[in-house]
């Protein structure tokens, strides 16, 4: 909400998944997500496709 001045919570629903991404790629370095990435020690995650669509999925509770 801070980066953007949304609520998450209410936009959710009407984003696209390649918006929700260009998003999330595009928050600010010293917001409270990048601050808590930099806490959290990093393990290595293979990404795919598949996971981030139901992850997107299960945010937006669609199918």
């Given at each position: 909400m801070r980066d953007y001045g949304m609520d998450l919570g209410l936009a959710l629903p009407g984003l696209s998944w390649r918006r929700f991404l260009v998003l999330l790629r595009h928050l600010s370095p010293f917001g409270a997500v990048a601050q808590a990435l930099e806490r959290k020690p990093r393990e290595p995650?293979?990404?795919?496709?598949?996971?981030?669509?139901?992850?997107?999925?299960a945010l937006t509770g669609s199918t």
């Open positions: 995650v293979e990404d795919t496709g598949e996971q981030a669509e139901s992850f997107f999925a």
